[in-house]
């Protein structure tokens, strides 16, 4: 009958050859005593030919003084564990963590296992991570726009020196605030939005243009795109490109007040009163609006006597006298050669707006000191205060009374 002990001895020695892992034991002399098929993988060496063998002479002599402080610590009775770069039989380079287990028997060392795990993968992967990390800091801090990463709510992690230079804050600084903190107030309500539709999956990326206080209190205009990107393990994150647009957006104003300004009275023009009236007809509330049609009688007389020039300086004249007298939340245009229209949100009563319509035709009136000339000037007013419903009809009553007004 055969021995228990020696079919046990036998199989698990036969488990141990199926391991991929390099599995040996090495007395306290450094012979082998006993060694896995994965040697001769490695080495080219078959395991009954490597016993009794000194380990110098699997090593080689370079590899060998490499190793020998961990074989040193090893027969010291201290577990060891380091890396190690091979290349095996077939001229493979394997990367390796190489364990070595001392074998205590009643206090004295009597030799050690070695174990050499094949992490080539994982030492790849792991340089591919490095590599991206290397790639991605450069591109961050080489990046002539912001970029910055932050957590999902609104923390921010970090941020490049284009960003800081953006901000007026440094690095440190920043990494102690929220993007709230940054926000300018009307814009905290869509980021807010637009956070939480990240943070929760309902968008996967973001583009908007909004605005920062800087830390010198400037308010400054950017456009931010921003993805996230998903770990289920280190957490989500967003990651931000931030663009300073406000020399852009100044430029838009600028030619958004030339669409709608005219250029001779820095009143606006027609379109600007055609807009106005479009918002009073979208409107949800219909509160009543005021109204003042203004027309210059016999302006034709003016161009014919004094020059086309000098009636453009007087039309100049009288816009700078309107814009002069509306109140800030009013609006006045000149919506043809010599007529203008001011519409009157602060109007609060028909008999106020009439009352002024007839101060207005006070206050426009001539002679206008154009060069030592003097220009005699009246004008004709009309006016009106309707709800809002009907915008085309506050106009409409408004041009009629100014022409009963001119006729009489």
């Known amino acids: 009958m055969a021995d228990p002990r020696a079919v046990s001895a036998g199989r698990i020695a036969s488990a141990i050859d199926q391991l991929p892992s390099m599995i040996g034991y090495w007395d306290s002399s450094l012979r082998n005593v006993f060694a896995n098929r994965v040697y001769a993988d490695y080495f080219g060496i078959e395991p009954p030919d490597l016993v ?12 060998y003084e490499l190793n020998l402080p961990y074989i040193s610590g090893a027969l010291a009775g201290e577990q060891q564990q380091f890396d190690r770069t091979l290349i095996d039989v077939n001229g493979a380079v394997r990367v390796t963590q190489v364990t070595y287990v001392p074998d205590v028997v009643d206090g004295a060392v009597v030799g050690f296992t070695a174990m050499v795990v094949d992490v080539s993968a994982r030492a790849e992967a792991e340089r591919e991570r490095d590599r991206a990390i290397r790639l991605f800091r450069i591109a961050m801090e080489n990046a002539p726009i912001g970029k910055a990463v932050m957590t999902c709510d609104g923390r921010w992690l970090q941020v490049n020196n284009a960003l800081c230079e953006l901000l007026g804050y440094t690095a440190e600084e920043l990494q102690h605030k929220m993007f709230r903190d940054i926000t300018h107030p009307d814009d905290i309500p869509l980021a807010d939005e637009h ?11 973001v583009a908007s243009e909004k605005r920062y206080i800087r830390k010198d209190g400037a308010t400054i205009w950017v456009q931010r795109n921003a993805t996230v990107v998903r ?6 994150v967003i990651i931000a490109q931030i663009q300073d647009i406000t020399a852009r957006k100044i430029v838009e104003a600028a030619l958004e007040r030339q669409v709608l300004l005219d250029d001779l009275t820095s009143l606006g023009n027609r379109r600007r009163l055609m807009a106005e009236l479009q918002a009073l007809k979208e409107a949800v509330d219909s509160r009543p609006v005021g109204m003042l049609f203004v027309d210059v009688d016999e302006f034709k007389s003016i161009n014919d006597r004094f020059g086309h020039a000098m009636g453009d300086r007087v039309l100049a004249a009288i816009g700078h006298r309107i814009l002069d007298n509306v109140r800030a939340d009013d609006v006045a245009c000149r919506i043809g050669g010599d007529e203008f229209v001011a519409l009157l949100y602060t109007a609060t009563s028909a008999d106020g707006v009439e ?4 101060r207005v035709r006070k206050l426009l009136a001539g002679p206008y000191d154009i060069d030592g000339a003097d220009i005699p000037v009246t004008v004709s007013v009309g006016w009106s205060w309707e709800p809002t419903t009907d915008p085309d009809q506050l106009l409409r009553i408004a041009d009629e009374r100014m022409y009963s007004s001119k006729r009489a």
């Open 231 to 236: 770990d289920a393990d280190a957490g989500d």
């Open 52 to 63: 009794g063998k000194h380990i110098r002479e699997l090593l080689g002599e370079a590899l």
């Open 355 to 358: 009352r002024l319509a007839d």
């Open 195 to 205: 956070l939480k539709g990240l943070a929760e999956g309902t968008l996967t990326n």
